[in-house]
Nanobody
């Protein structure tokens, strides 16, 4: 079992920045991927960025060059971050942390990001 606690998000003006965090605890030794997805109203959930346990990353084309995913770990938890710069109104969505452990997929509760003037 893995427990996820998300933080960050909120309201920001276009061109602004936000950082999301997601702390994973529990069976963290078996984590293979950590990442962020988002879902805008009326749209399907989509991958934003993902990082492997080895540090390899991949990004959705729409966020390349603007978003950066990173992670850290200590004995008790692993944390994944999403630094979002140059935010656009089309980035508005609920952002979900995702952790893959073997055949199991865990999701955070979601955090709202709204980009608006």
């Amino acid at each position: 079992q893995v427990q996820l606690v998300e933080s960050g998000g909120g309201l920001v003006q276009p061109g602004g920045s936000l950082r999301l965090s997601c702390a994973a605890s529990g069976s963290i030794f078996s984590i293979s991927f950590m990442g962020w997805y988002r879902q805008a109203p009326g749209k399907e959930r989509e991958l934003v960025a993902r990082i492997t346990s080895g540090g390899s990353t991949n990004y959705a084309d729409s966020v390349k060059g603007r978003f950066t995913i990173s992670s850290s770990r200590d004995n008790a938890k692993r944390t994944v971050y999403l630094q979002m710069n140059s935010l656009k109104p089309e980035d508005t969505a609920v952002y979900y942390c995702n952790v893959q452990c073997g055949i199991y997929n865990y999701w955070g509760q979601g955090t709202q990001v709204t980009v608006s003037s």
